[in-house]
């Protein structure tokens, strides 16, 4: 296993995912992989609820990039 592989397929070096700015604010997800899923938002899934979602597994932002 890749040190970075895709997050949707799995594979190494093939998909880039990445976090963009919304002009009205916020963050969207886009990603070159055939397996993304499409409708995900990413407020709603950021979004913690112990009782129904104890891990939100949403992407982050990274600070060394």
């Known amino acids: 296993i890749d040190a970075e592989p895709c997050g949707f ?3 190494e ?4 995912t990445s976090l963009i700015n ?3 604010g916020g963050l969207a997800i886009v990603s070159t992989c055939q397996y ?3 409708k995900m938002k990413y407020k709603a899934a950021s979004t913690f609820k112990p009782s129904a979602n ?3 597994n949403v992407p982050i ?3 060394l990039c």
Do not use: A, F, V
């Not at 070096?13 to 880039?16: T, Y």
């Open 54 to 56: 104890p891990c939100t």
């Open 36 to 38: 993304q899923h499409s």
């Open 9 to 11: 397929c799995g594979e």
């Open 22 to 24: 919304k002009k009205k």
């Open 61 to 63: 932002h990274c600070i």
């Open 13 to 16: 070096g093939k998909c880039l």
